[in-house]
Nanobody, 123 residues
Framework: QVQLVESGGGLVQPGGSLRLSCAAS????????MSWYRQAPGKEREFIAA????????NYADSVKDRFTISRDNAKNTVYLQMNNLKPEDTAVYYC????????????????WGQGTQVTVSS
């Protein structure tokens, strides 16, 4: 059973940084691409970043490019999202998932949506 547990969210001032973690279990982590998403109140869930199974390829949404960095540690079955220069519009619940097909950010996810981790950017 695929399990994904997000953590690391919190309240941060604009311009600040956070690092999110996603601990995965129930599947062979190193065989799957991993991805991050977010959902702000009243908005649809959006894709923000992905990393290939070996960590050699990454993709980012334009809204977070050059500010967020996705990485993974296959030995720890964990994917990370380093978020720098945070803006109020980054406020959302952040989720991770595993992908059966790199590039197919929503339809190829293999896990259910977890509880996510709340990120609030406010002064």
């Amino acid at each position: 059973q695929v399990q994904l547990v997000e953590s690391g969210g919190g309240l941060v001032q604009p311009g600040g940084s956070l690092r999110l973690s996603c601990a995965a279990s129930g599947f062979t982590f190193s065989n799957y691409a991993m991805s991050w998403y977010r959902q702000a109140p009243g908005k649809e869930r959006e894709f923000i970043a992905a990393i290939s199974s070996a960590g050699l390829t990454t993709n980012y949404a334009d809204s977070v490019k050059d500010r967020f960095t996705i990485s993974r540690d296959n030995a720890k079955n964990t994917v990370y999202l380093q978020m720098n220069n945070l803006k109020p519009e980054d406020t959302a619940v952040y989720y991770c998932n595993a992908l059966a097909q790199y590039g197919n950010w929503f339809r190829s996810r293999i896990g259910s949506w977890g509880q996510g981790t709340q990120v609030t950017v406010s002064s």
